[in-house]
């Protein structure tokens, strides 16, 4: 298990939109029965104040929490881009 991983570099809030849109389409092309999946989300603690974050990770949060048989994380990080893993189960065909 690999996890796909993308980085973004977008400005505050904007670029949850853009997060978002990746997230939809990676899940839209591994079809509704997608593999079993872990998202984790990190959120750069150097690009966003604390001050920031909110109401825009609440609603970024519910956006994502409605992708069918995933698991969803978010976290903080100290490098200087925001970034997205996708840890998914191969099914054996």
Not at 4 to 22: H, Q, Y
């Amino acid at each position: 298990m690999t996890p796909r991983v993308e980085t973004f570099r977008a400005p505050w809030p904007g670029v949850l939109v853009e997060m978002k849109d990746f997230v939809d389409l990676w899940f839209l092309a591994r079809g509704r029965r997608g593999p079993q999946a872990t998202l984790r989300v990190f959120i750069s603690k150097t690009l966003v104040s604390q001050a920031q974050l909110q109401p825009h990770v609440r609603e970024f949060r519910k956006s994502i929490s409605r992708i069918p048989n995933c698991h969803v994380e978010l976290k903080a990080t100290e490098q200087p881009v925001h970034k997205i893993e996708i840890e998914y189960k191969e099914v054996p065909a």
